[in-house]
């Protein structure tokens, strides 16, 4: 079973930068796809960003020249580096990994934006 473990998040303040990562248990290449997802309390899990086998990135609107989403091949690892963080960034980030129809998730880090 792929396992997904993710780090990185905390405290920060507005303007304030953060880098998460997410690292897998499998080669990163098997996988469709894999991405950064976030839920803020009382609200549905959101796309952030996302990059495919072929390194095609796509990014949710709201984070579009703000956040910057990577991997290393060798680690096994895919990045979310984000700048300019802003309150309603604070919310708990998920790493994904899409093979077909199967879909794994990580347990979670919480991002918390405030002054």
């Known amino acids: 079973q792929v396992q997904l473990v993710e780090s990185g998040g905390g405290l920060v303040h507005p303007g304030g930068s953060l880098r998460l990562s997410c690292a897998s248990s499998?080669?990163?290449?098997?996988?469709?796809?894999m991405g950064w997802f976030r839920q803020a309390p009382g609200k549905q899990r959101d796309m952030v960003a996302t990059?495919?086998?072929?390194?095609?990135?796509a990014y949710a609107n709201t984070v579009e020249g703000r956040f910057t989403i990577s991997r290393d091949g060798p680690a096994n690892t895919v990045y979310l580096q984000m700048n300019d963080l802003k309150s309603e960034d604070t919310a708990v980030y998920y790493c994904g990994a899409f093979v077909l129809r199967t879909e794994n998730w990580g347990q979670g880090t919480q991002v918390t934006v405030s002054s």
């Open positions: 499998e080669n990163i290449f098997m996988f469709n796809s």
């Open positions: 990059i495919n086998v072929g390194g095609v990135t």
